[in-house]
């Protein structure tokens, strides 16, 4: 693969990731330039097509961190990358989490992934007992990873620790936000990256992450057009499909059997005109996501059965005919 530029140079003139302090300064500013360089990229149709952006790991106390070329703000808002900054977040998600090996979680509060800021980009970082070895573990994983992203091509490097400066390291906001979902899919022994590997973990998720009696709560709506309506957005919240990750709107029906499968695409379509889900435009299939600007009409739909206004009430609603 061909160079970054100046930063692998220099990274190989201070000793790579065993680089003196005296480095700290340089290392800092050249990977800035590249990350700098990657963001605008990620706005193009397609990225590192001349050069491989610049992507960078490294060992911290007791953590292994990740900077990259994606707003801080993807933290809190799931909407702040497009679509391939949303899947280079969660390939290195899943790269950390690899590194790191820390099983299954036991509850959603067992979930260690932190976010934060580097520079003015986002930083991530899972704790581990050997950063070091981990650091090197995540520089193949997450090439690996972001091998199978279309039309991105990336560079990961390995910076010493004390270039590397991320602050305000902290959970990712909401339970169900992707990020933290994409730890949950790997550390179950699935790939955040693979919608079908998303979907044969659901019932895990749905149990791990969303609120405890709520599954039960949407299943025993007594109106069918409601609970198909609430059945819907649950899945789609525990699988993290918010903002930048969405699923193909076929899948939609996925679960729902005879006369309720034709009640969902139904729903999906109600859902689409009152604004709670968003459409992405897709090569030969539509993709949809839930908005993160109607996160709390969502949340009350599907833990108490509140249709938001854009929604028809259950006499309104469509219906499948038996």
Request: charged share 25%.
């Amino acid at each position: 693969m061909e160079p970054t530029g100046d930063l692998e140079r220099a990274l190989a003139d201070a000793g790579g990731a065993d680089a003196p302090r005296e480095w700290t300064a340089r290392l800092r500013e050249l990977l800035l330039s590249e990350l700098e360089r990657g963001a605008g990229e990620l706005a193009e149709p397609r990225t590192g097509r001349e050069h491989p952006i610049a992507l960078a790991v490294g060992p911290l106390e007791s953590m292994v961190a990740s900077v990259l070329p994606l707003p801080p703000e993807l933290r809190a808002d799931s909407a702040a990358a497009n679509e391939r900054g949303a899947q280079l977040a969660v390939a290195a998600v899943q790269a950390l989490v690899e590194a790191t090996d820390p099983g299954p979680p036991s509850d959603v509060g067992d979930l260690g992934l932190l976010a934060g800021a580097h520079d003015g980009f986002l930083a991530l970082a899972c704790p581990v007992a050997d950063p070091r070895w981990s650091a090197d573990y995540a520089r193949e994983a997450l090439e690996d990873s972001v091998a199978a992203i279309d039309r991105l091509r990336a560079q990961t490097f390995v910076l010493p620790g004390h270039a590397l400066d991320p602050t305000d390291l902290r959970a990712p906001i909401g339970a169900t936000h992707p990020l933290r979902v994409a730890e949950a899919i790997t550390r179950l022994g699935g790939s955040p990256l693979d919608e079908d590997s998303i979907e044969r973990l659901e019932p895990e998720l749905l149990g791990l992450l969303e609120p405890a009696g709520s599954v039960a709560r949407a299943h025993d709506d007594p109106d069918p057009r409601r609970r198909v309506m609430r059945r819907i957005l649950q899945r789609l919240d525990g699988m993290g499909k918010w903002g930048g990750y969405h699923t193909a709107f076929d899948h939609l029906a996925r679960g729902f059997a005879g006369n309720e499968r034709a009640l969902a695409y139904a729903v999906g379509e109600e859902l689409l005109a009152a604004g709670l889900l968003e459409q992405k435009p897709s090569v030969g299939q539509r993709h949809v996501n839930l908005n993160p600007r109607r996160a709390g009409d969502i949340r009350r739909l599907i833990e108490e059965g509140v249709l938001p206004p854009g929604v028809p009430p259950p006499d309104r609603g469509s219906r499948a005919d038996g």
